[in-house]
């Protein structure tokens, strides 16, 4: 019998707050971390999704001695410093940082290649700084790394070496992203709008979140989602469009379900990836309906964060998370017209549920796709 692997906290750092409790209470209002920004000198605004960097100052001043980090590795600090408090470190306990950029801003008007800049030399800072007696992992995979960092965990605790792990996810909103996601032409000019008719790009977002996962859940527990089962699926479409046919995304939610041994009526919510292009919403929506998910309740949380790369699926996954806890399912925003192809049920406004079933998904660039079905217990 295989061992059984659980989700028993998390927290996180956005723009609607650095707790979850604010954050939910945000969302349930509807509101939005999207907004205007100059993020290139210059340069037109962009709609992106920001955290306050005076804010996030003075909450790390507040909590930590030492202010020799950068605003990356403060965000990853605080997201993780209240699961630390509360679950103990050991020789059998993994540390797994998701991340696609990293500190990235290190290397504006540099010469040379600063050594924070590596994504081991990171996620061992960040190890260092709370002490965790293990190898630190690093899961960058495009923006499946949130979601595929979950499944690194259970696969680690399973193999027996590892008792609990600590996830966390992060990424900052850059001059190098945005300037990225702009040469692809994927930005849009407005609010993002998932799954819409009127839908012209995403919203870049940054934020960090953090889970524990462990075999050996406590009586005392608030809650416990069990990871049931996950699949990670590369379509080698192209270098950043995905499968007009949705193959890799179908494979990965079928081999997660099939893991996890539910079927598509026993699924009660889908925390989409969304991104609002139009050929990722497409391929969501065709691969969705190959697996006879069309009528699964279903949101994309982009137009609340924007698309908030590695931290996105770890993130997004937390929010599904204390939706099936609140029996509370939220509304994609922005979402008025459908602009897919094959039908989908998007959620339009706050909708009560109870949910035992949640399957959360992600694509990236390079034909990247994962998928995790979470068990409320």
């Not at 804010?55 to 590795?73: A, V």
Request: proline content about 4%.
């Amino acid at each position: 019998m295989k061992k059984e692997i659980y989700i028993t906290d998390y927290s996180c750092v956005t723009p609607l707050g650095f707790d979850v409790s604010s954050n939910w209470n945000h969302l349930l209002e509807g509101q939005s971390g999207v907004a205007l920004h100059t993020i290139i000198e210059n340069q037109e605004a962009f709609y992106a999704s920001i955290i306050d960097t005076e804010k996030l100052n003075e909450e790390f001043k507040n909590k930590f001695d030492s202010q020799h980090f950068t605003r990356l590795e403060k965000m990853f600090l605080l997201s993780l410093q209240p699961l630390v408090e509360k679950h103990k470190i050991t020789e059998e306990t993994a540390f797994i940082l998701s991340t696609t950029k990293g500190n990235i801003s290190l290397l504006k008007n540099q010469t040379e290649l600063p050594e924070g800049v590596y994504l081991s030399k990171l996620a061992q800072k960040i190890a260092d700084t709370f002490g965790f007696k293990t190898k630190p992992v690093v899961v960058s995979n495009a923006c499946v790394s949130g979601v595929m960092a979950i499944a690194v965990a259970k696969s680690m605790i399973r193999t027996g070496k590892y008792k609990d792990a600590f996830v966390i996810a992060g990424d900052e909103v850059s001059e190098f992203v945005i300037s990225g996601f702009n040469s692809f032409q994927a930005i849009g000019t407005e609010p993002c709008k998932p799954y819409d008719q009127n839908r012209n790009g995403i919203n870049i977002g940054e934020a960090a979140a953090a889970v524990y996962i462990t075999s050996e859940p406590k009586e005392n527990e608030n809650f416990r989602f069990k990871i049931l089962g996950d699949s990670a699926v590369n379509d080698a479409n192209h270098i950043s469009g995905p499968s007009r046919t949705g193959d890799g995304l179908y494979a990965s939610i079928r081999n997660a379900m099939t893991e996890a041994g539910v079927t598509p009526e026993q699924i009660g919510f889908i925390s989409a990836h969304g991104t609002a292009t139009p050929y990722n919403d497409e391929m969501e929506a065709i691969a969705f309906n190959r697996m006879d998910l069309q009528q699964v309740p279903l949101n994309s949380m982009k137009g609340y964060y924007g698309h908030c790369l590695g931290a996105s699926g770890l993130l997004e996954s937390i929010i599904s998370m204390e939706s099936a806890r609140h029996e509370i399912l939220i509304p994609s925003k922005n979402f008025e017209e459908p602009g897919v192809s094959q039908p989908l049920n998007i959620i339009t406004e706050n909708q009560p549920a109870a949910v035992k079933y949640i399957l959360k998904t992600a694509s990236g660039f390079g034909g990247c796709n994962a998928a995790v079905v979470l068990e409320k217990c």
